[in-house]
């Protein structure tokens, strides 16, 4: 990977962006999916919580099912982030 570590603003960026509809579920998955599963790399608590949240947002109940998190609970997870990081 060429670019660095995200920090957690990025991540939260990344997040925001899917419960505003400005991302997709899908492009927020495949940006997680490279950070996570990149073994050499070292996150804090709440790093690793906030990326595997957004690493298998798209993941849907059966093919042209509903998502398996609502966008509800996409949001309480952004709340629970930003509360986190005071």
């Known amino acids: 990977m060429d ?3 995200p920090d957690l603003d990025a991540i939260e960026a990344k ?14 998955d495949r940006w997680a999916a490279r ?15 906030a990326l595997g949240c957004l690493y298998g947002i798209d993941l ?3 093919p ?3 998502y398996l998190h609502d966008r509800s609970q996409v949001a309480g997870w952004l709340a629970e982030l930003r509360h986190r990081r005071r």
Do not use: F
């Not at 997040?15 to 492009?27: C, F, I, K, T, Y």
């Open 35 to 49: 950070w996570y599963t990149a073994d050499h790399l070292r996150w804090d608590e709440l790093s690793w919580w």
């Open 64 to 66: 042209g099912g509903e």
């Open 15 to 28: 997040l925001a962006a899917v419960v505003d509809g400005s991302m997709s579920r899908e492009a927020a």
């Open 60 to 62: 849907q109940h059966g």
């Open 3 to 5: 670019e660095p570590q």
